[in-house]
């Protein structure tokens, strides 16, 4: 029994000093003045249109690219501070705005339908973290409601890049959100250059290409590819590198196409199609 005790004692004593050798976490600064300004790039949304957009805010006004330009008429914000065994020192910004569009509303925001009684009237609520893993205040969700309702028309999460850029990163996380945000921006590139496409040839186009099949085929490939590359967020991670590969790859050719139409003609160009590389795993 006393040698039970005894190696108990050593063990908690080996364990105190481990936790002694740990370095202390690092003190948070101040709070942020005005923790919700910037310009928010959309890592994931709903509707999901939103991502790879971005929310841009100042002290009296807040852009959202797909709702509308807004003028703050009030804000209320609290904080809350503690310390997390994953995050350490951390602090949370919560924050209600509400808001009266400035200009016309696109059509998602629009409250023209409303029959709440409120008019145009909407508000904004955000939650803003703070803590050294994120370079403090870069990572926050938003939430817009029309006035008096309680289901968000929008509910986004977001990277301030000026405070902590997912693409400057180490984490698995941070690396899946910027692609994310990477992927999206280059499919609506790819989808615009597709639209834009002259009449007589799109009808050539849109015979052999999709875009939305050729971004879930290029995904599913992509998946299989790298469903065995590590633990954790990394394999989707790479997963995503690999899809980003495949539609800026694709957005290149439908670009190529499109000068040698115009240089050419459609007949005498080859016609990008929904293929791509699938030589690396050769999944067919």
Same mark, same amino acid.
């Given at each position: 029994m006393k040698t039970v005790r005894t190696i108990l004692l050593l063990m908690s004593l080996l364990a105190s000093a481990s936790r002694a050798e740990l370095p202390p976490e690092p003190p948070l600064p101040p709070p942020l003045?005005?923790?919700?300004?910037?310009?928010?790039?959309?890592?994931?949304?709903?509707?999901?249109?939103?991502?790879?957009?971005? *929310? #841009?805010? =100042?002290?009296?006004?807040? %852009?959202?690219?797909?709702?509308?330009?807004?003028?703050?008429?009030?804000?209320?914000?609290?904080?809350?501070?503690?310390?997390?065994?994953?995050?350490?020192?951390?602090?949370?910004?919560?924050l209600k705005i509400s808001l009266m569009p400035s200009s016309s509303l696109r059509p998602l925001c629009n409250s023209e339908d409303d029959d709440t009684g409120g008019g145009s009237a909407m508000r904004m609520e955000i939650k803003i973290w703070d803590h050294s893993h994120n370079r403090y205040g870069g990572v926050a969700s938003f939430h817009v409601f029309?006035?008096?309702?309680?289901?968000?028309? *929008? #509910?986004? =999460?977001?990277?301030?890049? %000026?405070?902590?850029?997912?693409?400057?990163?180490?984490?698995?996380?941070?690396?899946?959100?910027?692609?994310?945000?990477?992927?999206?921006q280059a499919y609506k590139a790819l989808a615009y250059e597709v639209y834009e496409t002259p009449p007589k040839a799109s009808s050539v186009l849109?015979?052999?290409?999709n875009v939305a099949s050729f971004a879930s085929a290029s995904l599913q490939f992509c998946l299989k590819r790298e469903e065995k590359s590590?633990?954790?967020?990394w394999p989707y991670a790479w997963a995503q590198d690999c899809q980003l590969e495949h539609v800026e790859s694709k957005l290149n050719e439908v670009r190529a196409w499109h000068n040698c139409v115009g240089e050419k003609g459609v007949r005498k160009c080859k016609t990008p199609t929904n293929d791509f590389d699938r030589s690396e795993v050769g999944i067919k």
């Open positions: 003045p005005c923790p919700h300004c910037g310009k928010w790039v959309v890592e994931d949304a709903s509707p999901g249109g939103l991502t790879g957009e971005r *929310i #841009s805010i =100042d002290q009296d006004s807040i %852009d959202i690219s797909t709702c509308g330009f807004f003028d703050v008429t009030a804000t209320q914000q609290s904080i809350s501070e503690g310390f997390d065994k994953l995050y350490g020192n951390y602090r949370i910004y919560y029309k006035n008096n309702q309680k289901d968000p028309v *929008i #509910s986004a =999460d977001a990277w301030n890049p %000026d405070r902590d850029n997912p693409c400057d990163a180490t984490s698995g996380l941070a690396n899946e959100a910027c692609h994310r945000i990477l992927i999206a849109n015979r052999k290409f590590g633990a954790g967020y």
